[in-house]
């Protein structure tokens, strides 16, 4: 059974950073592409960040660019968003996707096979 379980949300002032986690079981994770993605209140789950199997390939949307980095440890089955300079509009629950293919980054969410529960980010002016 997979598992996705996000950690490291929180309450933060604009400008600040945060380092989301996500923990993923049941999967050979270096055989996934693993994304992630957010969602505000009233709006549509949108992407964010993605990187391959490998770690090797990463894309990004145009509105976290320069501010925040995907990563992965193989090893510990884990993906990382590092977010840096965070700004009101980032405010929204954020979701760790999984993708069933290591070489091709896709940035739809109907995409991803498996899926987090969500950490709520929250960032105040």
């Known amino acids: 059974q997979v598992q996705l379980v996000e950690s490291g949300g929180g309450l933060v002032q604009a400008g600040d950073s945060l380092r989301l986690s996500c923990a993923a079981s049941?999967?050979?994770?270096?055989?996934?592409?693993m994304g992630w993605f957010r969602q505000a209140p009233g709006k549509e789950r949108e992407f964010v960040a993605a990187?391959?199997?490998?770690?090797?390939?990463?894309n990004s949307a145009d509105s976290v660019k320069g501010r925040f980095t995907i990563s992965r440890d193989n090893a510990k089955n884990t993906v990382y968003l590092q977010m840096n300079s965070l700004k009101v509009e980032d405010t929204a629950v954020y979701y760790c996707?999984?993708?069933?293919?290591?070489?091709?980054?896709?940035?739809?969410?109907?995409?991803?096979?498996?899926w987090g529960q969500g950490t709520q980010v929250t960032v105040s002016s």
């Open positions: 990187i391959s199997g490998a770690g090797r390939s990463t």
């Open positions: 996707a999984a993708r069933p293919n290591q070489w091709i980054i896709a940035t739809i969410p109907n995409k991803y096979n498996y």
């Open positions: 049941g999967l050979t994770f270096s055989s996934y592409t």
